[in-house]
């Protein structure tokens, strides 16, 4: 599309108007294209997300015998099923994300080769979970 020379594993972003290194999707939530050089903070992004999601799931359950929360129960009953859902989605979303990091492979790359639509002759993926992630956050240690 910018006929421009690209490298392998880039493609192009039609929202910003240039081209990512190994795109995987464009995030409405962060206003940016998930690429190598941000796919770890998006992943830490998501993983925070959840956890804090769980802890006001937490902290909803533990004022269920509140007078303020029968006072206002309609509200905290609403705030309650949308903490549910969002856990439940940020669940799923992480264990998507995190499986495609560790196989080393983008959404795009993920996509492509399930529907045959952009097949790529090249393998450009570790075969270890330990290597692909390397390859994001840059560190061998687990801590």
Known sequence: ICSEIK??????????????????????????????????????????????????????VSVWNHFIYKENHSLMSFIFVFDVLLAACLFVYNIWSWMLACSGLTTIEFIGRSTNYKTNNYDYTFTRSRDNLFKIFGTKSAF
């Open 7 to 60: 490298p392998a594993r880039t493609h192009h972003d039609s929202i910003s108007g240039t081209c990512v290194f190994q795109m995987s999707h464009y995030c409405l939530f962060t206003n940016n294209c998930v690429g190598l050089e941000n796919q770890r903070f998006f992943l830490l992004f998501i993983f925070y997300s959840l956890i804090g999601a769980i802890y006001m799931l937490i902290s909803i």
